[in-house]
């Protein structure tokens, strides 16, 4: 995995975690909507999709390639 991802992963991870409890109407979750969730973490509903569909892609290449000895994250 690289830098870039990594840090990408870091950052919103939480988030994203948070937006699919919403997409699926988990009970428990934190935000009932999107735009609260997005309001309270200061970004954009856009920008939140954005980065919903890239990491969504790195899950299906990684799935498709082999796992690498000490990749430390998964996804």
Not at 7 to 27: A, F, G, H, Q, T
Not at 37 to 63: F, M, P, Q
Request: hydrophobic share 35%; with cysteine; net charge positive.
């Amino acid at each position: 995995m690289k830098f870039n991802q990594r840090i990408i992963i870091k950052r919103w991870r939480p988030i994203l975690e948070e937006y699919e409890k919403i997409l699926n109407k988990v009970s428990p979750r934190s935000f009932r909507l999107v735009k609260d969730l997005c309001r309270a973490h200061h970004i954009s509903n856009k920008e939140l999709r954005r980065y919903y569909r890239t990491v969504n892609g790195w899950k299906v290449i990684d799935k498709m390639n082999p796992k690498s000895r000490g990749s430390g994250l998964e996804l």
